[in-house]
């Protein structure tokens, strides 16, 4: 939700799905720039705010936001009812800024549909037991309208964002790129945690969890978006792969000549990890002499904070060296059709090879295959993928 | 509740109470201004927004505020916890933007007050039986604070304000106007009605019905300000007059030989209050001749409006002519001790004499004498009548 024209908009396009005879539940996240006005103003109050205040505050950007769309709503002849987190019942934890959702009463919403009304929902929020008001984090909305969705058994939950769709990869690097009719649950966390940032990763897992369909759709275009739903036994031939993701947010620290002994692998990563970084790709490789070399991947920014615990641990560990490189670039492709085509990896490494691209470092998943590579290569070996797994012949326009 | 400066200053006011070992539970407004930028947005959205969603959005307002000054008073180490209108269970009735308490369950507060926690609830909100976010209207917030105050049966109730404490009469025009250190509920009850617009009326009533002594204090400056509540049977001698209140928003209307009928008065208001004209003063003087002359007082804005429709009806009625006059000023003395002494009227009227101030009407009540004069004569009446009744004299430190 942006503006105040912005809410305008959105009530001409629910009044327009109104009149198509659907009922709806609408779910809004708070005017933009509303929930860092708060956040400020808290930061004023309180060093670190006390998160039961905090949900407290930024709770109010989105019941602004409902009463104002309720209003817009009645105003276009659409009778409408605005519901905060709590009033809809939607219980949470007490776990206050970063909640989840225990259960949801969908009672009220029932009868308001059933009387023709649109029910406007607070995203973001609930109430645990004792009544306090919860925050589910920062993006929670889509969480909430997958919920609400899978309470109400709805036919589709649809999310209006800032893309038209899902694109088998970053239009901005791949010319060609296309925008896909529909993907798996488990292609899109894939792609999600791989850095498509259209969606939040709780969302779609609670979606898949709960056997709601998901439809990505643009807020102010035109058009079928993209579909999240269920891999279909029925089709004829999956697409081998469905997309490319790739980051350049991560940096490569390896320890080399470590005595290859049990346990050696969290004598490594536990110092990381009681550090507060978080770490991705994880890879040993088979011991030679008794000895076996140990890499793995942190966020750039972490970069130089892990290469001081890990000196640290080599010492005590006795490894011959630490070398690290936060030159790197990890690309991903991503299908559930590998599960049953034999050669992805093959296809997918011979693409790499034939431009000179030399692979660092290889992690497989039973959909996913990544590599690290140099990060100056990253364009090139997108596109190279792009290409060889022959993306651009999807037909968007299919669903 | 000003800006985030201001809710710092109050939460270092509260910490010092609490320093003395006071437990307190403080009820909040919005931060200045934000309540008008709310309802700018509604009416951006709707051409006469729905009630309902009215009270969802400008709630929001003391929402914000209760978890900002909760957060500040953590911060300095003083425990707070804060509580919408629904969270402290402040059911109302169903009446959107203008709703009446019905219900307070305090037992939240009191495990809050037990824990030594400060409690922080959001004025002017309350909550339906339905679930339903309703307001008490503009300035409810005082309401709430004598609601809790009774419900928690608390020693007193603190009103902070821009003034510090209930005048003699209006400084502005008396300059030795002394503030009262204390007034009874039902004189302040007369003076708000008559144009001091210190308390809400609704909420000096509420803590008549309900016992609760309310003080009215400024919010910045130290001092006892003044003490509403019950006439002290004890006191050797009750002070003749608290105050002297006026106002010239007021006009005139006087329609003259009417016949002298039963229901007449009836007949030439009924139009009035139909065309949704309040009426302040009616005063009918006994019939000469089988006629009657018949005086009411309006709003000043209503004054054209309440003109046409009476010379309609005294043409209906056959009276002899109607007057109006929108030059005109009420003056009123207060006093619950014009109950005992006799003399009061005439103390008055002498001293408006003595000024060759000319009364037009006299209404009074029990507690109440007032007068309308012309309004050219307004500051000279008022301060006549201050130093007839040695208002000048009162002490006002005690209490």
Known sequence: MGTVERIQAVADKIKGFRDRGDDIVVVVSAMSGETNRLIAMADQMQG??????MDVLVSTGEQVTIALLSMALNERGCPARSYTGGQV???????????RIKKIDEEHMRADLTAGRVV???????????????TLGRGGSDTTAVALAAALKADECQIYTDVDGVYTTDPRVVDNA??????????????????????????VEFAGKYNVPLRVLHSFQEGPGTLITFEDDNEMEDPLISGIAFNRDEA??????????????SKILGPISRANI???????????????????????????HSMEVLQETAKELGARETLGDNKIAKVSI???????????????????????????????????????????????????LHSAFELDQITSDTE
């Open 120 to 134: 406007v929902v607070a995203g973001f929020q609930g109430m645990d037991e004792e009544g306090n008001i919860t």
């Open 278 to 304: 978080e770490v991705d790709m994880i890879i040993q490789n088979v011991a030679v002499d008794k000895t076996t070399d140990f890499t793995f991947t942190v966020h750039r920014n972490d970069f130089q």
């Open 252 to 265: 490569k620290l390896t320890v080399k000549g470590v005595p290859d002994i049990p346990g050696v692998a």
């Open 334 to 384: 991503v299908g559930v059709g590998m599960r049953s085509h034999a050669g992805v990896a093959s296809t997918m490494f011979d693409a790499l090879a034939a431009e000179g691209i030399n692979i660092q470092v290889i992690s497989t998943s039973e959909i996913k295959i990544s590599v690290v590579i140099a990060e100056k290569y990253l364009e090139l070996a997108v596109r190279a």
């Open 178 to 203: 296309r925008r896909l009719p529909r993907i798996t649950f488990e292609e899109m966390l894939e792609m999600a945690s791989l850095g498509s940032k259209i969606l939040q990763i709780r969302s």
């Open 89 to 99: 019942r939607i219980r949470t934890d007490n776990s206050h800024m970063k909640a």
């Open 48 to 53: 670190r705010p006390t998160p039961r205040e």
